[in-house]
Every structure is written in structure tokens, then in C-alpha cells.
């Protein structure tokens, strides 16, 4: 799968005001977000460079999204 063949996840449904979390997963770099109130939790992935892999609303599809990269 190359670049040109990901879809990006689409926009949040609530606004991601909040950073919670940022951390290494598996190679990559992990951000946990949330809108102001915490009820809506997001995690975004990143290659080391910075590209965004993706988003995710259900963290358990992580490993997915990096499989899918990979």
C-alpha cells in the first residue's frame, strides 16, 4: 500500500480541543486528544518524520491502521 492509496479518517465529530497523551507505539508516535468536556477520545497516529497515518474514535484499531502502513 503506498501514501496515494490511504484514506484519511474522516474529521472528528467533535472538536479535539484537548491534547491528553503522546507517546511511542510500535515504531510510531501515538497522540491522544479529546474535546473539551473529555467525553470524545481520539488517537492519532504518526510516522517518526511527522506524517500523519491516521485517527482513530476505538483505539483496539491501532494496530490496524500501522498494518495497513506497513
Known amino acids: 500500500m503506498t501514501t496515494a492509496d490511504h484514506i ?3 474529521q472528528p ?7 491528553i497523551d503522546v507517546f511511542p507505539f510500535h515504531g510510531f ?3 491522544q486528544t479529546s474535546n473539551d468536556d473529555g467525553t470524545v477520545r ?10 500523519s497515518l491516521g485517527s482513530t474514535s476505538r483505539p483496539e484499531l491501532l494496530a490496524s491502521l500501522i498494518q495497513q502502513t506497513r
Not at 465529530?13 to 484537548?18: G, H, L, S
Not at 481520539?42 to 506524517?51: D, K, N, Q, Y
Open 13 to 19: 465529530e467533535f472538536e479535539q480541543t484537548r491534547v
Open 42 to 51: 481520539w488517537w492519532h497516529l504518526f510516522t517518526a518524520t511527522g506524517a
Open 29 to 31: 508516535t501515538c497522540a
Open 8 to 10: 484519511p479518517a474522516p
